[in-house]
């Protein structure tokens, strides 16, 4: 069986919808979910899946201890869903292409520091943008600058508030997240 391991700082919305894709997997399978806050919504949901959990501190991250724990489960793939901490070059290097982002958003556009959460849906209705969508890609060591994987887009002319924009993009995260996952493990 192929490893995934999750990266999420907040709900979870989209660490549940993959764990819930690849319960039905032979091939691959969530193994553990790794989250920087323990107040985090998306430790409920590990619990509720049976899910290994690990907290951790951002110096956690930054020095061994985050890599220390990877190296133990030697994962196929490292998902960062909703994970809001900038991911360390020392992770990445030891995972060449193995470490993929969901950015809310159709990148290069409302990308960088600062811009993650509802932080982007309120930059896009500021700017009166017809359409929002989302980007998969790979993770570098520059926030949200690795190579895209895929872009998916949808109209928000109806929406007049960032809480219906971030319902649209929602919906297109659980949407697309899973398969894509599934089709990046399945050619790896
Ligand atoms: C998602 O919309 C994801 O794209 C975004 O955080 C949200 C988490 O939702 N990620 C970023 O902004 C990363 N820069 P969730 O916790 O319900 O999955």
């Known amino acids: 069986m192929k490893k995934i391991v ?13 764990i819930l894709h690849f319960k ?3 091939f691959a399978n ?3 979910i790794f989250t920087n806050n323990p ?9 509720n899946h049976q899910m290994e959990a690990v907290i951790f501190t951002k110096s956690d991250l930054n020095n061994d201890f985050v890599l220390q724990k990877l190296k133990k489960i030697d994962p196929d793939l490292i998902v960062l869903a909703g994970f809001l901490l900038k991911f360390p070059e020392s992770i990445i290097n030891q995972y060449p ?4 982002n969901i950015h809310p958003a159709l990148l290069p556009k409302y990308g960088g520091k600062g811009m993650y959460g509802m ?15 989302i980007t998969i890609h790979y993770v570098n060591e520059h ?3 690795g ?16 809480e219906e924009i971030a319902n649209k993009v929602h919906q297109l995260e659980h949407e697309y997240f899973p398969t894509i996952i599934e089709q990046l493990i399945t050619n790896h």
């Open 39 to 47: 107040d985090a919504k998306v430790l409920e949901k590990a619990k």
């Open 143 to 145: 926030y949200d600058e």
């Open 24 to 26: 039905k997997s032979t």
């Open 119 to 133: 932080n982007v849906h309120k930059a896009v209705l500021e700017n009166n943008e017809k359409e929002t969508g």
């Open 147 to 162: 190579e895209y994987i895929s872009q998916h887009k949808v109209s928000i002319e109806d929406c007049v508030s960032a």
């Open 97 to 100: 292409n193995k470490v993929i």
């Open 30 to 32: 969530v193994v553990t």
């Open 6 to 18: 999750l990266f999420a700082s907040g709900n979870g919305s989209n660490a549940e919808k993959i």
